[in-house]
């Protein structure tokens, strides 16, 4: 029986949390400093160490919360150009209620959508908790004007939006112009409201880890209630390894200012087995107060169905099949 | 405190290997009991539980083996190396087959974790076979000249860190170039060799090329002491190691000898912290620290020690101690009672020295040797734990302020075995590479091995190396 | 009295630290042919010579396993150089060491001079052939290297005086290694001259130093000695005895033991291989992380 140390009692290097960072934004130079002053990160051991907690076992109760942990973090997306109400009615009866044979599923977190359809998902989801997400900044390239991006955020907030999935500007990032990536963070945050941001990346177009890091200090600095990897329409999106170096940021970040920030891995997670693996990166990483669909969520679709037909396994002893699932 | 996610047991199924009640000693193809009778018991470190008794070699055991291996050399060398490499080949492949019993058999001998048997022992030695199989119709390209002879009859006395994998390391290389072997497991580890034993026969490998004599240091040093001995491999203490090295003294036996080490590993302030932090966990908690590599010295630069042991005492918090068997322990037993308190005596000696200890809180169970990772800061180079060799899960943290400062800390030392850089500048890795004397050197990683790799040390840490092009040229008279 | 004019004779003194002291101890010895005529006193050298010698040749180590390959290379040429301008005075010296004849003699001289040209054109080729890319199965750059083994102590055969010596010499400090030589106990005057030949070489100081006196007086400290770093005892190899007492004090620190070879007595002239060169090499194998170019390659 494994004993597992109790939690940590972070004693953090120069007094804990209220760390400012007001000078490392005051200028472009300021910025750039501060972003190019954080510590490296080695591609070998990064991808080792996710590789690593990837061999975790997780059996029977571990497994039992963890699919249904899984389940609750959600973010069941769809963002297609053929996206119609009927289709985000359906998307929503399915996060308000996952396995119609199982009442006891827990729903997803939210349903995330393009923000002309936010409302319709407002509408279907009214009452039941689940969250409105909506994509907005001229999602997923983010080529557009800075004000025709805040109409994209008002837009969705006054359609019902409760969370707000933004792309940053890869190319003023690629190019090192940080502190107009920071500016736009900062302008779509004030558009924001009460509703929560979340702040895409794009890992695949930053390329590198260091990239990651410093994108991930960016959007914090900035006001991001949420860092999310990707928007799921690049080559490359949520991996473990950029996963758990976003959650080193968010782990080091609230150690230095006592702001808690979450994390949302989207595209390309659909498995159970999968899915498990980033929980296991959250636990062992940002450590358990990131366990709950507050601070981490999957942007995911087809992840769900896998989830149900697992939950189904472990609660009958059998092994499920598609049509024991619903299609959305 | 139980956490929210509190990983259920995921223990790797005993079932897969089957442990007889006594094993014979292998000599000649066959198993049979010692010349005297004598036996020894060899238990799980996790649970105390007696695995089995095997029969303790004696000095006529030894004689009776290496006469077998001296009858086996004839044929075996002059066998075409074609031929040899079919046999190691066909180890190496029975080796994949049965990997996961003999990843369980290591675990409950050993007492490592079933994720270090099953993820580097096992395939590592299957790797080694697998690469000297290669090279035994090849010595001609070796570098040594034109049909390099093997030197005889292999006297080889390995640890019980790695059980099977030092076995590997010296009987694949010792094989492929022809010589024949006898080989001392430690003797609280006896179980993976003797299932070897069993591979050997699997594999139809003539009778007398492998014997196993289990047993204690005596049977060790009787081997290495036979007049008919042409080549004695050893990895071990320094302590025996020079030992070995009076012994044969005067005599034609060619040596190599794998030895102690204090492993510096050197954190600068530019290194990637997290990656350093997985780094010097690997480092010294890889396999419960008992690794003749580990970096058991870290050198932190001033700069940056309080932030790098802050991110390592919370790492630390985070190992998994307990049930080797369970797929999701880091930190298994210590090997023996007698490694255990070989460890506490170092720790109270820390201690009593001044040096401050902290050990990562974790509960350890109530059977079974048992050492929490442990880490002493403020060490100076006069503090015994930061010169003795501990062999076990404990860490001494050393700092420097300049890369001089640094390079002549880690050279400060009786032992040149292994050191690690950890830095984003590339110069630097190379610059401090070069002036460190250590055999093996890791820049921005720590404690990986390949069978293409040659591994040994500088200084005291011995001589000779195993592994790749070189590990040929201990078995070679050239 | 004729009017023939009078030889100088020469003081032989060691070479150590690239100064020629007499022997601390004072003491010398009678240095015959192989007739038994008097050719001059050789310092007889102590302990606390072979001692001075170690803090000598450690304290160039540094300095000489640090320059370059092909610094190393020049240097040892420069000793090839150096001989050939010299070269009367060594057959001389040889014949009279060895009693052989003048043309004997020069033979061997210069073979001698032939053998430091070919190790001076292995400094730089020794690391290629010895080292290099080991494949491992994983994303590491992952290169063994060969690096000099320290100080090294050399017992010179006890019947080459000359050419022997310097067979044995040149190839511990093409690789970057410095020596402390014991010279042979009966001939030692061609290795203290070569002193001179060293200290006009570029050669820097305490990279070779030079002892003459009894093999055996200075070969026991040496061999314990715990900054010693390896020993060659093929000036050991007329007596066993000896040779193994030097490789049990050996063991106390674990130097890197050359035992004596066949090739005592025998024929110097052979090509030599690097068998001399490799004893005393270390591998250093270094590991680096290779990765992708990115975080793309990344997957599960």
Redesign the interface.
């Given at each position: 029986?494994?004993?597992?140390?109790?939690?940590?009692e972070?004693?953090?290097?120069s007094g804990q949390g209220g760390t400012s960072f007001a000078d490392a934004t005051a200028s472009d130079s300021a910025l750039r400093r501060f972003l190019h002053g954080l510590?490296?990160?080695?591609?070998?051991?990064?991808?080792?160490?996710?590789?690593s907690l990837?061999?975790?076992?997780?059996?029977?109760?571990?497994?039992a919360?963890?699919i249904d942990?899984a389940i609750s973090m959600i973010d069941l997306t769809t963002l297609e150009g053929a996206d119609t109400p009927g289709k985000v009615r359906a998307l929503a009866a399915k996060a308000v209620n996952p396995d119609p044979t199982d009442r006891t599923t827990p729903r997803t977190a939210a349903v995330c959508v393009y923000p002309d359809m936010a409302a319709t998902a407002a509408a279907a989801l009214a009452g039941s908790g689940v969250k409105v997400a909506s994509v907005a900044t001229a999602f997923p390239a983010g080529r557009a004007a800075l004000e025709v991006k805040l109409a994209d955020v008002r837009d969705a907030v006054a359609a019902g939006a409760d969370e707000i999935d933004m792309v940053i500007d890869r190319g003023a990032f690629l190019s090192g112009r940080y502190l107009k990536v920071h500016e736009e963070i900062v302008a779509v945050k004030a558009e924001c409201g009460s509703a929560r941001l979340k702040v895409i990346f794009e890992?695949?177009e930053?390329?590198?880890?260091d990239?990651?890091r410093r994108a991930s200090w960016l959007g914090m600095l900035a006001g991001a209630d949420f860092i999310k990897t990707s928007t799921g329409k690049v080559?490359?999106n949520a991996?473990?390894?950029?996963t758990l170096l976003m959650l080193?940021a968010v782990r080091d970040f609230r150690e230095q200012t006592g702001v808690q920030i979450g994390v949302k891995p989207a595209g390309g997670i659909r498995t159970s087995k999968?899915a498990i693996?980033f929980?296991?990166l959250v636990?062992?990483t940002a450590g358990?107060d990131w366990?709950d669909n507050h601070w981490f969520r999957f942007g995911a679709s087809s992840l769900l169905n896998d989830l149900l037909m697992q939950r189904q396994k472990l609660s009958t002893g059998r092994y499920s099949g598609p049509d024991y699932v619903t299609v959305d | 405190m139980a956490s929210a996610f509190d990983y259920a047991p995921a223990p790797e199924s005993r079932s897969v290997v089957d442990i007889a009640p006594s094993y014979g000693l292998f000599i000649d193809g066959e198993f049979t009991d010692a010349a005297d009778g004598k036996v020894f018991k060899t238990v799980s470190p996790s649970t105390e539980e007696v695995l089995s008794e095997v029969a303790r070699a004696g000095t006529e055991d030894v004689d009776r083996a290496v006469k077998a291996a001296r009858r086996a050399f004839e044929k075996w060398s002059a066998l075409p190396g074609s031929e040899r490499a079919k046999y190691l080949f066909r180890i190496a492949r029975i080796i994949q087959e049965r990997s996961r019993e003999l990843a369980v058999l290591e675990t409950l001998d050993n007492g490592k974790p079933i994720k270090e048997t099953r993820d580097a022992d096992l395939p590592l030695v299957a790797a080694h076979f697998f690469y000297y199989a290669g090279w035994a119709d090849k010595l001609d390209h070796a570098g040594y000249g034109q049909n390099p002879r093997p030197l005889g009859v292999a006297g080889q006395v390995i640890p019980w860190n790695f059980p099977l994998l030092m076995l590997a390391w010296k009987i694949a290389p010792a094989l492929a170039t022809g010589n024949t072997v006898v080989l001392k497991p430690a003797e609280t580890t006896p179980l993976s060799a003797l299932f070897f034993a069993d591979i050997c026969r699997q594999a139809g490998l003539p009778k007398g090329v492998v014997n196993i004599l289990t047993g204690y240091g005596d049977a060790g040093a009787a081997l290495v002491e036979h007049p008919d001995v042409d080549k004695v491999a050893f990895t071990g203490s320094t302590a025996v190691g020079k030992a070995i090295a009076r012994q044969i003294a005067g005599t034609d036996k060619k040596a190599t000898l794998e030895l102690g080490g204090k492993g510096a590993n050197i954190v600068f302030d530019d290194a990637p912290v997290d990656q350093a932090v997985e780094g010097i966990v690997t480092g010294i908690f890889f396999n419960q620290g008992q690794v003749c590599c580990a970096g058991s010295r870290l050198l932190v630069q001033e700069s940056v020690h309080d932030e790098v042991l802050h991110s390592l005492k919370r790492r630390l918090s985070t190992l998994r101690l307990g049930d080797p068997l369970d797929k999701n322990t880091d930190i298994g037993a210590i090997n023996s009672a007698e490694q255990l308190s070989r460890i506490s005596a170092l720790v109270e000696t820390g201690e009593a020295e001044g040096a401050e200890r902290w050990s990562a809180p974790c509960e350890l169970p109530s059977a079974g040797y048992w050492f929490a990772p442990t880490l002493f800061t403020g060490v100076t180079q006069a503090h015994a734990v930061a010169r003795d060799e501990i062999f076990g899960p404990v860490l001494s943290v050393l700092t420097f302020r300049t890369p001089d400062e640094a390079v002549a800390k880690a050279n400060n030392s009786q032992y040149g075995l292994s050191a690690g850089i950890w830095t984003e500048k590339g110069s630097r890795i190379l610059a401090v590479a070069n002036k460190l004397r250590a055999g093996v050197i890791w820049a921005n990683t720590f404690n990986k091995f390949d069978p293409t790799s040659p591994f040994g040390g500088y200084k005291e840490s011995g001589f000779g190396r195993e592994g790749g092009r070189h590990g040929l040229e201990a078995y070679l008279d050239v | 009295m004729s009017d023939e004019r009078r030889r100088v004779f020469k003081t032989y003194k060691l070479y150590v630290g690239g100064k020629f002291p007499r022997s601390e101890s004072g003491r010398v010895y009678e240095v015959t042919d192989s007739k038994g005529k008097w050719l001059a006193n050789a310092p007889q050298s102590s302990r606390k010579d072979a001692r001075d010698a170690v803090v000598a040749a450690r304290k160039a180590f540094g300095g000489w396993s640090g320059a370059t390959a092909y610094n190393r290379g020049q240097v040892l040429y420069r000793v090839a150089e150096m001989l050939e301008g010299r070269r009367e005075q060594f057959v001389r010296e040889v014949a009279d060491a060895e009693g052989l004849s003048k043309a004997r003699a020069a033979a061997l001289v210069d073979a001698a001079v032939d053998r430091w040209v070919w190790y001076a054109g292995w400094t730089d080729k020794i690391g290629q052939v010895v080292g290099g890319a080991n494949p491992v199965a994983g994303p590491f750059f992952n290169l063994s290297t060969p690096e000099p083994t320290g100080v090294v102590t050399v017992l010179a055969p006890q019947d080459s005086s000359f050419l022997g010596l310097v067979s044995v010499v040149a190839p511990v400090i093409a690789t970057g290694n410095t020596a402390v030589v014991i010279a042979s106990a009966d001939a030692p005057l061609p290795a203290l001259s070569l002193g001179e030949v060293l200290a006009t070489s570029d050669l820097p100081g305490g990279v070779v130093n030079i002892l003459s006196g009894r093999t055996a007086e200075l070969a026991a400290p040496l061999a314990s000695h715990q900054d010693v770093n390896a020993i060659d005892l093929t000036g050991a190899a007329g007596d066993p005895a000896l040779a193994k007492e030097l490789e049990v004090a050996a063991a106390d620190n674990l130097k890197r033991v050359l035992r004596p070879q066949a090739v005592d007595g025998a024929d110097w002239s052979a090509e030599p291989g690097t068998r001399r060169l490799t004893a005393f090499l270390e591998t250093k194998t270094v590991w680096h992380p290779t990765g992708a170019l990115g975080a793309s390659g990344s997957s599960y």
């Open positions: 029986m494994p004993t597992t140390a109790p939690s940590p972070p004693s953090a290097p510590p490296g990160v080695d591609t070998v051991g990064l991808e080792a160490r996710a590789a990837g061999t975790r076992s997780i059996k029977t109760t571990a497994k919360y963890a942990l890992t695949g930053l390329s590198t880890y990239n990651i080559g490359t991996t473990p390894a950029n080193e999968d693996k929980l296991v636990n062992e358990e366990l | - | -």
